[in-house]
């Protein structure tokens, strides 16, 4: 009868699982959808998929920094090895058997596996540990800046301390399992002592048998239901990369980062500006009023909102950003979490609504992100080149600058006289198309005559 209740229970514990992670992530990708359709996703799908396992699962770009590069590695590693045990709990959970894989796995490979296994938990575990030291006693400038106070610091911290407790009560229970065997308990096939829990054998050792059915069996409910508990939490952290990463790689930007996405209204203009033909075909589909740039989340492209989601606050792109560094206000990762923010609160607006947005009276440009941040980007692409899963914060800035620009003129005065002087000379500067090569003959001139007084002198 107790085993019935408990598999009920652990069935009652999938399904609640299963739909909210599912609602969630229904969630997420409306919110997703809330950007604009982007431009076919350009590019060869053998070089996208050479990209995603590179950058994704390879991790290539962590190991820029050599140390942090491995334990990140292992921790990443680590996750997905250990979910294969996970399966096993999984599959004892809903038949009721203890270990059903060492009935159909060579008892020396099941040994091995579950050593295996048990070594990347403790990997996890001291990497773990170390990534708490760095974020709460070293005090890595780039952990405590403004943007990550308050929950954003805090949920760093929850993932590692839940790790940690996870993999303690993994070695808590095969520890326990392998007294319990040596004890001819029915429930427990004997299949032996695992690499780090027999470690802590000694521990149990002396306990009864109805105490390490009790700790065995607490330390495999807490194993698993944190496990279940972290699958539905890690859809609000920013952990929610796990995931993620891999999209996001796979449709990121494959052309050089250097290379700007043109508005065609206004390439249009630029060709007419030119005489040169220009193309027509979507001529007179809408007669509405084209608007220019993004000043809300609407405004942006889906691959930059799936960007914002993707986003790992790690703040590589922040500590290599050289305005940030000299002092300004602008935070690349700020810019992500704040696209993210915005868009959950787009989403949150629209299912309170009944499935339609209701103004709010709030947009990104101005509630979340302002000009002076802005306007404080040297387009150097700095925090494109930095990000471990290739997430491009400039390219929500610039849209971001050409509302400013294009809707608000609210541009420096500098550049609106760059601005105006490109629109009518066609150069950024104040001289007439017919004037441009002057300066070149100004120059020869001055040249031949320094030429003929150093002629003479000689």
Known sequence: MIQIVQQLLFVAAIGLTGYLVTKRARFIYRNIQLGKKDIEVQGDKNKRLANMFRLAFGQQKMFDRPVVGIMHFAVYAGFLLINIEVLEIVIDGLTGQHRIFSNVIPSGVYHFLGSFFEVMALLVTVSCFIFLIRRNALRIPRFHMDEMKGWPYRDANYILYAEIILMTMLFSMNATDAVLQTLGNEHYPPVGTFAVSQLFVPIFAGLSETALVAIERTAWWVHILGIFAFAVYVTYSKHLHIFLAFPNTYFAKMEPKGQMSNMDSVTNEVKIMLGMPVDNTDAGESDEMPTFGAKDVQDLSWRNVMNAYSCTECGRCTSQCPANITGKKLSPRKVMMDVRDRAEEIGKNID?????????????????????????????????????????????????RRYVAMEESGTPQEWN?????????????????SDRFKWGE?????????????EQDA
């Open 442 to 454: 100004e120059l020869r001139t001055q040249e031949i005559k320094k030429t003929k007084t150093e």
């Open 417 to 433: 006289m760059v601005f105006q002087n490109i629109e009518n000379n066609q150069a950024p500067w104040a001289f007439a198309a």
């Open 352 to 400: 309170a609504n009944g499935g339609t947005f209701q103004d709010d009276g709030k947009s990104l440009y101005g509630d979340f992100i302002s000009k002076e941040e802005l306007m404080a980007c040297t387009s150097c692409n700095a925090c494109a080149e930095a990000c471990p899963i290739n997430i491009d914060p400039l390219g929500i800035i610039l849209d971001m």
